[in-house]
């Protein structure tokens, strides 16, 4: 999921009574929330290091055993500089509500990741097989709205903090709202959804209640997530009865989520030499109908080999699901073109990299 999910995730949770156990609770649970994320670095060097490093070692079982370690040990510092600059009596931190929330927010965070096409490395440093969750579009205006939700009722009293959260509500409407991906109709309950948060403030009821709104928001989060998994099911089980009318052979599939649109599943079919685009709308008359030409998976021929073992492509063979191969023959050799299908309709599309090679199967 995005930064911005995983932050109002974690700050969801301090605004229930977790947020209450220990001083540096609320900066505990954010930063922990976003701790794995501490790979994005390689998103500035290169796509291959950013592709061989992006959720694996920091969103793996051992960072979630490490990282809330570090967080509290950070936590406990910080706690001490707090005490020397205040040299006053503060409230110590608690040790132990520390490390439980440490723990907490970290985890919440490969839970999220996990539940995109993109998928993480869980196993990871052990193992670095992919997991994928096919529930949630990477960046889910829904989850936004749900965890805001406590965050925004709370921290709406000061003038400051009401023009950074309009700023932040105009930033995230003119994303869902100016582009041609999102639905209209998720554009109006968008919209709607904002209009009731700004009612509930204005009216202020909720006010002595943000503890019990916040944890009515993570449910309605828990019960989205579910369904959305449960929706991504059903639409393989569609697919697959649709596939075995139309006579077409499956080795693979993936029903995946499409921006703003919980109706809808992205649909990726593997067969023994091609894949096939579909997409399941619930709402449509036609419910499961193709988007996309079929394409070639491609041979994995010597050539294609070669091209596989380049080392300035291991990032991208880590990272491919679906992949498919195109050999075009150059006047000093091959080139070979790399694409994976989840993110790339056809050959040379969103992803591709290109691998060059000479007439011996060198890396040129």
């Given amino acids: 999921m995005d930064p911005v999910a995983h932050t109002l995730v974690g700050a969801s949770l301090a605004e229930t009574r977790l947020g209450r156990l220990t001083p540096l609770a609320t ?34 079982i051992l960072a979630i055993a490490v990282l809330p370690l570090i967080i509290t040990g950070l936590m406990v510092g910080l706690d001490r500089l707090r005490y020397i600059i205040l040299k006053r009596n503060a409230e110590p931190v608690a040790l132990k509500p520390l490390l439980l929330l440490s723990y907490l927010g970290v985890l919440s965070h490969p839970m999220l990741d996990w539940l995109n096409t993109y998928g993480i490395r869980l196993l990871m440093p052990f193992d670095d097989r992919w997991f994928y969750g096919d529930a949630l579009f990477i960046v889910d205006p829904w989850i936004w709205l749900l965890a805001s939700s406590a965050v925004v009722l709370a921290h709406t009293r000061a003038t400051t903090s009401i023009t950074l959260w309009i700023v932040a509500a105009g930033a995230s409407s003119s994303l869902i709202l100016t582009n041609d991906v999102t639905p209209i109709e998720a554009k109006l309950f968008w919209c709607l959804g904002l209009g009731c948060l700004v009612g509930l403030r204005i009216w202020g009821g909720l006010q002595a209640r943000i503890s019990q709104v916040a944890i009515k928001s993570l449910l ?60 399941v709308n619930w709402l449509a008359a036609d419910q499961i109908r193709p988007t996309s030409p079929s394409i070639a998976i491609g041979d994995k021929s010597p050539v294609v080999q070669a091209a596989l073992r380049a080392p300035h492509i291991q990032g991208t063979r880590h990272w491919m699901r679906f992949p498919t191969y195109q050999v075009e023959q150059t006047t000093n050799g091959y080139e070979v073109i790399i694409s994976d299908a989840r993110y790339s309709r056809r050959p040379g599309g969103l992803g591709t990299i290109r691998v060059a090679l000479d007439h011996q199967l060198n890396v040129q």
């Avoid at 369904?227 to 991504?232: D, E, H, K, P, T």
């Avoid at 080795?251 to 997409?279: E, T, W």
Wanted: charged share 15%.
């Fill in 27 to 60: 900066v505990t649970l954010l930063l922990a929330a976003n701790a794995p994320d501490i790979d994005a670095i390689a998103m500035f060097l290169d796509r291959e290091t950013s592709l061989h490093v992006r959720r694996g070692w920091t969103h793996g």
């Fill in 220 to 279: 309605a989060i828990f019960v989205y997530i579910s369904s959305m998994a449960l929706g991504s099911q059903v639409a393989k089980t569609q697919v697959r009865q649709w596939l075995h009318a139309e006579g077409i052979p499956l080795n693979k599939i993936m029903a995946g989520p499409v921006p703003a649109n919980p109706f809808v599943r992205d649909v990726v079919v593997q067969g023994p030499h091609r894949y096939y685009f579909l997409q």
